[in-house]
Nanobody, 124 residues
Framework: QLVESGGGLVQAGGSLRLSCAATGRTFSNYAMGWFRQPPGKEREFVAAISWSGSSTDYAHSVKGRSTISRDNAKNTVYLQMNNLKPEDTAAYYC???????????????????WGQGTQVTVSS
């Protein structure tokens, strides 16, 4: 089970840190990703991290403003988002991918488990 938290309403230029807590499985075996779905749009890739944390990947739209990290001892993955923009408004989902290789993936269909999402709203 994946449970996201940390969403909310923030003004443009502000910051948020999203958390995703995993239960029920060996968290360190899974690569993790964050995706988002803006209102009226398809879900899109935001960031990903390999199971060891040694590799990360970001969507162009958030690169330089966001940092994905994980704490395997706490079974938690984080997404720190800075300098938020109104276009970052979306439901944010974390996802887990059972991966033998210590790599990232931006492909939604490669993820096995999904959280319920947390809403981020950025006001202008």
């Amino acid at each position: 089970q994946l449970v996201e938290s940390g969403g909310g309403l923030v003004q443009a230029g502000g910051s948020l840190r999203l958390s995703c807590a995993a239960t029920g499985r060996t968290f360190s075996n899974y690569a993790m990703g964050w995706f988002r779905q803006p209102p009226g749009k398809e879900r899109e890739f935001v960031a990903a991290i390999s199971w060891s944390g040694s590799s990360t990947d970001y969507a162009h739209s958030v690169k330089g403003r966001s940092t994905i990290s994980r704490d395997n001892a706490k079974n938690t993955v984080y997404l720190q988002m800075n300098n938020l923009k109104p276009e970052d408004t979306a439901a944010y989902y974390c996802a887990a991918r059972d991966s033998f290789e210590d790599i990232t993936s931006s492909r939604e269909y490669e993820y096995d488990y999904w959280g319920q999402g947390t809403q981020v709203t950025v006001s202008s």
